[in-house]
């Protein structure tokens, strides 16, 4: 009864064959919102038998799995379809090609879940190709548009060439290990680790699976095809910011025993992961385009997710992807609705967050804001590392909970950028949201991480840290973090809290040489077009 699940990749296939034959328009989404709830059923169905047997569900002569992975992702990816499709159904009903979109959605969301599900590094290689043709065909979905078509060719080259590198990889993979089975293969590397393993053709297919992975999931210097694409529809935007840039560490984690054995592409992706984060995060804030501004947050998060990867930390990869991707599907779908009801009310809308953090108050700015801010949010990393050290003695031996501290931090400091932007005042409902929602991203991170890394890995996600360790020491860790709190933190000062300085005072060269950097993207485009005209 259970081999019942395997059909859910199907599924959108036959949703999307049933729709070339209806006529009217409005049993479109009907069709497609009730078959599809079906795969959600199926997908919460697959996930309880998983867990309740401590089993895996395989089929079709081993080809595709039901596992801990296909239990956790499958049923946020149904759910998410099921939003999209909804919101789709009046968002695109105006829109010429109404059928083609729903017939183009389902069949990407097939591509995806075979691509889950997969346990074949073929069928893996079929749905990487798949979705990168669905991707290309709802990206230039509005046909009329030059710069859409343009955008979209610009992610199929970069998304085929993912495809290449990848199929390089599973050819090399073929021949090194003489099989196609990631179940076999997995077992195969999980035994290889226990003996020490010195083969470069190993490194060579972990570092061409990692390129691949960084390519779809717009990692520098992959990046510049995400928030290009932003002439799609916003129900494409969704799905590709909440679902098909993860594609990449899903990749990873189906491969994570391949991993293990190349700790060399693990630190890679580390440094990679970190730089990404960082570089995105900064243009996020500089770029003059807000929807250009919204893909650079996501290609930062993807950095993080990268850097996750690099440090071992697999299963914290997975939550991070599935909590980003809820936070921006949501981003993207409630953006539409906005835009319509700005359009009937010239004012900025009152919803609550914008009397909680947007509306100004009287009362002038103050450096005492600063240091209770500083005050609060420093307490809570105090208090998480004295518990931690007190409750276990291995806190600093892996360097997770590094990142989780990093994480926490960084993304409590860009809450308070964006909303010390418009507020002037010295509110206490500020200052209690934000330290609430730094303290909530570092325990979630650390206690569902953890839960989530049992369910996945069990004791083989020691093994993982193990592999990625790069010997940080506790010392070196606490003076990285510190110099990173102490950076931002004077950054915020001065950007929020320091009067701003008088017209005769010259501006540093350098630091608009940075900014001018940043603005421009890294110059990216410049360097691409001078170097088609042999300029360079």
């Not at 210097?221 to 995400?226: D, Q």
């Not at 609550?352 to 240091?371: A, H, P």
């Amino acid at each position: 009864m259970e081999k019942i699940i395997l059909l859910i990749p199907g599924i959108p296939i036959v949703i999307a064959f049933l729709l070339i034959f209806v006529k009217k328009k409005e049993f479109i989404p009907k069709i497609s919102l009730i078959l599809s709830s079906m795969i959600a059923l199926l997908g919460l169905y697959g996930a309880y038998y998983v867990i309740s047997n401590d089993t895996q569900i395989t089929g079709f002569g081993g080809l595709l799995i039901y596992n801990q992975l296909s239990a956790v992702l499958v049923p946020y990816v149904a759910i998410l379809g099921l939003v999209i499709r909804k919101y789709a159904t009046k968002y695109m009903w105006d829109e010429a090609g109404y059928k083609r979109f729903f017939i183009l959605l389902n069949f990407i969301f097939a591509s995806i879940y075979l691509l889950v599900m997969s346990n074949n590094l073929i069928v893996l290689a079929l749905a990487w190709q798949l979705m990168s043709i669905g991707l290309y065909l709802l990206v230039s979905f509005n046909v009329g548009s030059k710069t859409a078509v343009k955008n979209a060719r610009w992610t199929m080259y970069i998304h085929k060439g993912a495809d290449l590198v990848f199929l390089l990889a599973v050819i090399l993979t073929y021949k090194t290990f003489q099989s196609l089975d990631l179940a076999t293969l997995s077992e195969k590397w999980l035994l290889m680790s226990k003996t020490s393993v010195d083969e470069p053709i190993i490194f060579v297919i972990g570092l061409l699976f990692l390129i691949a992975a960084m390519m779809k999931s717009a990692i520098v210097p992959f990046h510049i095809w995400l928030p290009y694409t932003s002439e799609a529809p916003t129900p494409v935007s969704g799905l590709m910011h909440a679902g098909v840039v993860n594609v990449g560490g899903i990749l990873l984690n189906k491969l994570a025993y391949l991993l293990m054995l190349t700790p060399g592409v693990l630190n890679i992706a580390f440094g990679i992961g970190l730089f990404t984060a960082i570089f995105a995060s900064a243009l996020m804030l500089v770029v003059s385009d807000i929807k250009r501004s919204l893909g650079y947050s996501t290609v930062g998060q993807m950095g993080y997710m990268i850097m996750e990867i690099g440090l071992g930390a697999f299963s914290l990869a997975v939550y991070h992807l599935i909590v980003h991707g809820i936070f921006k599907a949501t981003l993207f779908l409630e953006s539409g609705a906005l835009i319509k009801y700005a359009r009937h009310d010239p004012n900025i809308p009152e919803r609550l967050s914008y009397k909680v953090f947007w509306e100004d108050k009287t009362g002038n700015r103050s450096n005492r804001l600063f240091y209770l801010i500083a005050f609060f949010t420093i307490l809570p990393v105090l208090a998480f590392i004295g518990v931690k050290m007190v409750l276990s003695e291995e806190f600093f031996e892996f360097n997770a909970a590094i990142v989780i501290l990093a994480f926490a931090w960084l993304t409590g400091t860009q809450l308070f950028l964006s909303f010390f932007k418009v507020s002037k005042s010295d509110s206490i409902q500020v200052i209690l949201a934000l330290v609430s929602t730094f303290v909530l991203i570092l325990f979630t991170y650390e206690f569902i991480g953890l839960t989530l890394e049992h369910f996945l890995y069990g004791d083989d996600a020691l093994l993982f840290y193990k592999a990625a360790t790069l010997n940080v020491t506790m010392a070196s860790s606490m003076v990285m973090l510190a110099v990173i709190m102490t950076i931002g933190w004077l950054f915020m000062y001065k950007q929020h809290f320091v009067e701003i300085p008088n017209a005769d005072i010259k501006p540093s060269k350098m630091k608009w040489l940075f900014y001018k950097l940043l603005a421009k993207e890294g110059f990216y485009f410049e360097i691409f077009k001078r170097s088609k005209k042999g300029k360079l």
